[in-house]
């Protein structure tokens, strides 16, 4: 017979693997409490959204921690997503702490909330509705024990989002799956050549997403001015060389099995470029690295006011990209990584003293109340026109 840990084992691979297939669609799990291994009174209390994937990779991170987890209700959406859309709010997290029985439980008020949530989860909102004291955890749940071991200390990588190779990986299959899915219908018309269709989508899949470090360099940003279809010519610019290599080598293997043809090219060279026009459609939102080119978010840049600014710290702490450094002694921050910033807004929604602000093209300004109040839609625009004059203080 199979022993628990092995089960266990096969159910965690079972999950991953379909989950990861399926993880453009929401997959909401059960909200609530939940024990992980014995836990007692003063055992860490920590949170998460109810995507079924970062549960149960959740748990599996805790690799012997004892302690209580709280799965919030983010409408089976990842939290990072979730918390930016409007999906996890404020209301959700103090729901799961009134209802789910957790303050009998333990003696201390201590909440560790996932670090990417805090694009719209408020700590000081949580604080003053319910008392608990939220805590940034790491953005990786792998490093869950070693943060809690040190005394939730987070150290520069734990504060760090990354897209390593596996993760990069899990992209490319998210995104060719369904799209395989999608080419099935032509079976009719294309037959066996719809096979070879959907290899077409995961190549391209793979090579885009495991080639990233490559060419990642040019991923930049283009002026509004160039227009919407070529809002960012570095990721089109890629897409085109990729789809000029392909007719090189579609030319030469016609050349090499006889079947060249007008026609030969036509069908595959045309049927390439859809696919390549479709990871097109929001390459760069498909990496923690970089910013949607669906999000108009993309033109505005994070300003400090140093007049306001205290050096708490919190911008810091939930930057995934390293943006800040907090300088104690002057207490004040600085913005000296702010060429990678992704504008996700975490350091505008926790900054306690609304010393940042978004500012776009001709001095628009997007208030720190508008950050908190209103989320992004799926195309990132927020449910509200997009800024307000503010005359820089």
């Known amino acids: 017979m199979l022993n628990g840990s092995l089960i266990e084992l096969i159910k965690y691979g079972w999950i991953v693997f379909w989950l990861t297939l399926l993880r453009v669609l929401p997959f909401p799990g059960r909200t609530g409490l939940l024990k992980i291994g014995n836990p007692g009174r003063d055992a860490p209390v920590l949170l998460t959204g109810n995507f079924r994937l970062t549960v149960a990779r959740v748990k599996r991170a805790f690799n012997g921690v004892d302690a209580y987890l709280l799965i919030a209700n983010s409408r089976g959406v990842n939290v990072w997503c979730a918390a930016t ?61 070693a943060f809690l071991q040190g005394g939730l200390v987070k150290t520069p990588p734990m504060r760090r989002v990354n897209f390593p190779w596996k993760r990069r990986l899990e992209v490319a299959v998210a995104w060719a799956f369904p799209i395989s899915l999608l080419a099935l219908p032509l079976w009719p ?17 793979l090579v885009l997403f495991l080639g990233l470090p490559l060419y990642q360099r040019w991923l930049i940003p283009a002026p509004r001015s160039v227009g919407f279809i070529f809002f960012n010519f570095g990721q089109y610019g890629i897409l085109l060389t990729i789809w ?9 293997f016609g050349e090499l099995f006889d079947v060249l043809s007008w026609g030969f090219m036509l069908r595959w060279g045309s049927a390439s470029l859809v696919i390549l026009l479709v990871f097109g459609i929001d390459l760069t939102g498909s990496t923690p690295n970089y910013k949607s080119g669906l999000h108009p978010d993309r033109f505005l ?31 004040r921050a600085e913005l000296l990584g702010i060429a990678h910033c992704v504008q996700c807004g975490a350091c505008i929604v926790q900054c306690p003293f609304d010393a940042l602000s978004f ?12 950050v908190r109040q209103f989320k992004l839609n799926l195309l990132g625009k927020r449910w509200v026109d997009v800024g307000k004059q503010r005359p820089p203080k």
């Open 189 to 205: 018309w294309w037959g066996l050549h719809t096979l070879v269709l959907i290899a077409l989508v995961w190549l391209f899949s």
């Open 244 to 252: 000029a290599l392909w007719l090189i080598a579609l030319f030469g």
């Open 359 to 370: 500012v776009g093209p001709g001095g628009k300004y997007v208030t720190p109340e508008t």
């Open 85 to 145: 859309g409007g999906h996890m709010t404020n209301h959700d997290v103090v729901s799961v702490l009134k209802t789910s029985g957790i303050e009998p439980l333990v003696d201390h008020r201590q909440l560790i909330l996932p670090q990417l949530v805090a694009t719209g989860i408020e700590a000081r909102v949580v604080r003053k509705k319910t008392g608990w004291n939220p805590v940034w955890g790491p953005i990786e749940a792998i490093d869950i024990p």
């Open 301 to 331: 840049r994070v300003v400090l006011d140093n007049n306001l600014c205290r050096g708490a710290g919190a911008c810091e702490q939930v930057c995934p990209l390293g943006v800040f450094q907090v300088d104690r002694i002057h207490k």
